[in-house]
């Protein structure tokens, strides 16, 4: 159970790690003397696995979290409020654009840290990131599952869970997403155990949600 996260509905909150201030225009509410975010179900593919019933949010206060496609910062400054002042974020992404972005948004969040890297390069990202309670990967290439696979042998800690949203565009435009989805299974199950599985229909098109442990 996390303190700094819960739903009423189908709306999803996170205490505000920064009481005031907005990340990307969502609803601050006062719940008691607690503020709280509001999360976008619609801009979040961890807040649209919420929704259509991960059963536990997994992520703790004080956990390290290594972000692997951390774009702007949506969705990792909803971790940022989940882990709270004693965890931290490793928010990686490889387009120097969006990083920028990041950097202005970590120098608020001092659980945050902004880091330009390709997630497939295990070696330089091993000189930046340490060992993580979670690992999380939102990236549009083709061999998301490998670069995925890789991350999590290398950085997730034995007993840490690690979540997988897959864009089924990015790695075959042509094929069905299910068949797509199916086949990701499989090359996930010799090195991992699958937790969960979640469609995230019909808040993001052709994506899937993998909830995984080491084995």
């Known amino acids: 159970m996390n303190n700094n996260y819960f739903r009423q509905g189908r709306k999803i909150y996170t205490k505000n790690l920064l009481p005031g201030r907005k990340v990307y225009g969502e609803q601050l509410e ?9 999360w976008d179900i619609r801009r979040s593919k961890l807040a649209a696995a ?13 956990d390290t979290v290594l972000y692997l496609g951390a774009s702007s910062g949506t969705t990792p400054s909803h971790i940022s409020d989940l882990v709270g ?29 902004p880091i330009l890297a390709d997630a ?4 330089e990202l091993a000189k930046k990131v340490t060992m993580a309670d979670v690992v999380y990967q939102d990236i549009a ?14 950085f997730l800690k034995q007993d840490g869970t690690a979540f997988l949203a897959v864009k ?17 299974r499989e ?29």
Do not use: W
């Open 30 to 38: 006062d719940i008691g003397k607690i503020e709280y975010r509001q």
């Open 50 to 62: 919420i929704a259509k019933g991960l059963k536990d949010i997994i992520i703790k206060e004080g």
């Open 85 to 113: 002042e004693k965890g931290f974020v490793f928010a990686v992404d490889f387009a120097p654009r969006v990083v920028r972005e990041l950097v202005f948004l970590c120098e608020q969040r001092k659980n945050m840290t």
């Open 120 to 123: 497939s390069d295990i070696d």
């Open 141 to 154: 290439q083709r061999e998301q599952t490998k670069i995925f696979l890789d991350n999590v042998e290398m």
């Open 168 to 184: 089924a565009r990015s790695i075959n435009v042509a094929e069905q997403p299910q068949k797509l989805f199916n086949k990701v």
């Open 187 to 215: 090359e996930l199950k010799p090195r991992v155990i699958i937790i969960e599985q979640i469609n995230l229909e019909p808040f993001e098109k052709d994506h899937c949600m993998f909830v995984v442990k080491k084995k």
